[in-house]
């Protein structure tokens, strides 16, 4: 074993410094987060009386579906405010940084032969793994330690330092969990795409198996490691025994994967690949259908994942009144939409929410042609006599498209389940209406990573600044009341509140065409450029 690990801590001082600022954006962002709305949820609801009004709205199969289990309900402060609002969502989100760490250090080196190549030296068969591993466990340990820091230091009512620590502790099992599922689908497959929707998929049946255990009796939680961390019960009870569950579960799960990775070869996967069409599909043959072709898998995942939260905020829709029941702040911003009714002004923030959210597929669609001019995969297409202006605005297309698919999947389906939740069936025209409006946004968001990849490749990560800024000044911004100016900067705070307003077209055309403008010079930037790539 100690041959067989020969050169892990050189392999983990490299992937730690390759990975330095994808590390420091998730955790960052991650902490920053939980520790914001950590503060809003206590500002908003100071009140005893707004306290027990949301727990009462929360115990219902659909807020428990969506937040976690009812014994958070018993004592609704801050801290158990908290955990049962938050915990939930941000381990999903801990669970895909730990499977996209681990898979990028593993399958995708493989599949790049830069594996190959650090093995031909002196390093151990199982270093590669082993490193993969150790930098998940750090990024999660870390992620817990500045969890802890970060909510003990709001000095909230009801959390104290052993909670904090506690709640901290909780992130860097559960995050350990997916750390060696994702090291297991790495043996399973050759491919890292395949071996992260293997993990991801992972991901959303633990999801899948808390919300049903919570609305249930329960049983279908222990089935998963987001429930392992919800039953902890932090701020409540602080009960640290489950977590002993996730971290054997993990310890099991990462023997496996180094077992597994005994009976395979160097870049070869468990699963013996698919034979192939013997010949290709009409479609493969222009550069559109062979984006879609590559794009399919990611977009078919987010189609359902926005659906489901269409429908999953759809079916609170009724209970909008008591949710928002003696939160002063809401109840003004509602008064100061006029004519708007509680329900309108409660969908009009969400609806905002989930374009925020489908602007990150839009980010991630548009980046897939710098991953493949990185890998070398571009190239060959090019020299064969794809211009190159018809291969980038393939997959900027998609991205474009895709994002107007998605926003309005989400709101038809918000308004399919508010509709029946409320009884009023014209919320699904106004819903569905109201989430298209937000494509130029999405558009814009394209058009912002496509002038990088022209002109900034190297820079693209900056694509991320506008889900992220669109995130923090439209949802907490509304509730600590950002200034107007700092609003209007989000592209997505330029598009008409609807339904709770009325609707307007100037904005929306000037969006469309800064969209149209920027994706046209990140065009023109791409032709003049030499391609890059790291293969």
Same mark, same amino acid.
């Given at each position: 074993m100690r041959e067989s690990l020969t050169g892990? &801590?050189?392999?983990?001082?490299?992937?730690?410094?390759?990975?330095?600022?994808?590390?420091?954006? +998730?955790?960052?962002?991650l902490v920053l987060g939980t520790v914001a709305t950590a503060a809003s949820l206590a500002e908003l609801y100071a009140?005893?009386?707004?306290?027990?009004?949301?727990?009462?709205a929360m115990n219902s199969p659909a807020g428990l579906a969506m937040t976690g289990p009812a014994a958070y309900l018993v004592d609704y402060r801050a801290g158990a405010m908290l955990a049962h609002q938050l915990l939930g969502f941000v381990l999903v989100l801990v669970g895909i940084m730990s499977v996209l760490i681990v898979v990028r250090h593993t399958r995708a080196e493989e599949e790049s032969g830069v594996a190959e190549l650090i093995r031909s030296s002196v390093v151990g068969r199982h270093a590669?793994?082993?490193?993969?591993?150790?930098?998940?466990?750090?990024?999660?340990?870390?992620?817990?330690?500045?969890?802890? &820091?970060?909510?003990?230091?709001?000095?909230?009512?009801?959390?104290?330092?052993? @909670?904090?620590?506690?709640? @901290?502790?909780?992130?860097?099992a559960v995050g350990l969990v997916f750390v060696a599922i994702a090291a297991v689908t790495a043996q399973v497959t050759e491919h890292p795409r395949a071996a992260s929707g293997m993990g991801m998929a992972a991901i959303g049946l633990a999801y899948v198996l808390r919300a049903l255990g919570d609305i249930g009796d329960g049983v279908l939680s222990w089935l998963s490691p987001i429930g392992w961390g919800q039953a902890t019960l932090v701020f409540l009870d602080n009960r640290w025994w489950p977590l002993a569950i996730a971290v054997a579960a993990a310890a099991v799960l990462t023997a496996v994967a180094f077992e597994l990775s005994n009976a395979r070869d160097v870049g070869a996967g468990l699963r013996r690949p698919r034979a192939g069409r013997p010949a290709a599909r009409r479609s493969l043959l222009s550069p559109l259908g062979l984006?879609?072709?590559?794009?399919?898998?990611?977009?078919?995942? +987010?189609?359902?994942?926005?659906?489901?939260?269409?429908?999953s905020y759809g079916s609170v829709l009724a209970d909008a009144d008591e949710m928002l029941s003696g939160v002063d702040l809401l109840e003004e911003a509602i008064e100061n939409m006029a004519g708007a009714t509680v329900v309108e002004s409660f969908a009009s923030l969400i609806m905002m929410i989930m374009?925020?959210?489908?602007?990150?597929?839009?980010?991630m669609a548009a980046l897939r042609s710098r991953s493949e001019e990185a890998k070398g995969r571009g190239e060959p297409l090019i020299v064969a006599g794809v211009s190159r202006t018809t291969w980038l605005m393939s997959h900027l297309a998609i991205a474009v498209v895709a994002g107007a698919l998605l926003v309005g999947a989400a709101g038809l389906t918000f308004g399919l389940a508010g509709a029946t939740a409320t009884g009023d069936a014209g919320l699904v025209g106004a819903f569905?209406?109201?989430?298209?409006?937000?494509?130029?946004?999405? +558009?814009?968001?394209?058009?912002?990573?496509?002038? &990088?990849?022209?002109?900034?490749p190297r820079?693209?990560? &900056?694509? +991320?600044?506008?889900?992220?800024? @669109?995130?923090?000044?439209?949802?907490?911004?509304?509730?600590?009341?950002?200034?107007?100016?700092?609003?209007?900067?989000?592209?997505?705070g330029n598009v008409p509140r609807l339904p709770a307003q009325e609707m307007e077209w100037v904005p929306l055309i000037v969006l469309a065409l800064i969209a149209a403008g920027l994706l046209a010079a990140g065009v023109v930037g791409f032709r003049r450029r030499d391609l890059l790539s790291t293969t």
């Amino acid at each position: 074993m100690r041959e067989s690990l020969t050169g892990i &801590l050189p392999l983990v001082r490299l992937a730690l410094r390759r990975d330095r600022l994808r590390l420091v954006l +998730w955790v960052g962002g991650l902490v920053l987060g939980t520790v914001a709305t950590a503060a809003s949820l206590a500002e908003l609801y100071a009140t005893e009386e707004a306290q027990q009004s949301v727990a009462a709205a929360m115990n219902s199969p659909a807020g428990l579906a969506m937040t976690g289990p009812a014994a958070y309900l018993v004592d609704y402060r801050a801290g158990a405010m908290l955990a049962h609002q938050l915990l939930g969502f941000v381990l999903v989100l801990v669970g895909i940084m730990s499977v996209l760490i681990v898979v990028r250090h593993t399958r995708a080196e493989e599949e790049s032969g830069v594996a190959e190549l650090i093995r031909s030296s002196v390093v151990g068969r199982h270093a590669h793994l082993a490193a993969a591993v150790s930098v998940g466990l750090v990024a999660n340990i870390a992620l817990g330690l500045l969890m802890s &820091l970060g909510v003990a230091a709001l000095g909230l009512e009801d959390t104290t330092w052993a @909670g904090a620590l506690l709640y @901290g502790a909780t992130h860097t099992a559960v995050g350990l969990v997916f750390v060696a599922i994702a090291a297991v689908t790495a043996q399973v497959t050759e491919h890292p795409r395949a071996a992260s929707g293997m993990g991801m998929a992972a991901i959303g049946l633990a999801y899948v198996l808390r919300a049903l255990g919570d609305i249930g009796d329960g049983v279908l939680s222990w089935l998963s490691p987001i429930g392992w961390g919800q039953a902890t019960l932090v701020f409540l009870d602080n009960r640290w025994w489950p977590l002993a569950i996730a971290v054997a579960a993990a310890a099991v799960l990462t023997a496996v994967a180094f077992e597994l990775s005994n009976a395979r070869d160097v870049g070869a996967g468990l699963r013996r690949p698919r034979a192939g069409r013997p010949a290709a599909r009409r479609s493969l043959l222009s550069p559109l259908g062979l984006a879609f072709r590559l794009h399919r898998g990611l977009l078919a995942g +987010w189609t359902a994942g926005m659906v489901l939260l269409g429908l999953s905020y759809g079916s609170v829709l009724a209970d909008a009144d008591e949710m928002l029941s003696g939160v002063d702040l809401l109840e003004e911003a509602i008064e100061n939409m006029a004519g708007a009714t509680v329900v309108e002004s409660f969908a009009s923030l969400i609806m905002m929410i989930m374009a925020v959210i489908g602007s990150i597929y839009v980010t991630m669609a548009a980046l897939r042609s710098r991953s493949e001019e990185a890998k070398g995969r571009g190239e060959p297409l090019i020299v064969a006599g794809v211009s190159r202006t018809t291969w980038l605005m393939s997959h900027l297309a998609i991205a474009v498209v895709a994002g107007a698919l998605l926003v309005g999947a989400a709101g038809l389906t918000f308004g399919l389940a508010g509709a029946t939740a409320t009884g009023d069936a014209g919320l699904v025209g106004a819903f569905f209406g109201a989430s298209l409006a937000y494509a130029p946004a999405l +558009w814009l968001a394209a058009g912002v990573t496509a002038v &990088l990849i022209g002109f900034a490749p190297r820079w693209t990560v &900056l694509a +991320w600044l506008v889900p992220v800024y @669109g995130f923090v000044v439209g949802y907490l911004g509304q509730i600590l009341q950002f200034s107007d100016w700092l609003l209007d900067l989000s592209p997505f705070g330029n598009v008409p509140r609807l339904p709770a307003q009325e609707m307007e077209w100037v904005p929306l055309i000037v969006l469309a065409l800064i969209a149209a403008g920027l994706l046209a010079a990140g065009v023109v930037g791409f032709r003049r450029r030499d391609l890059l790539s790291t293969t």
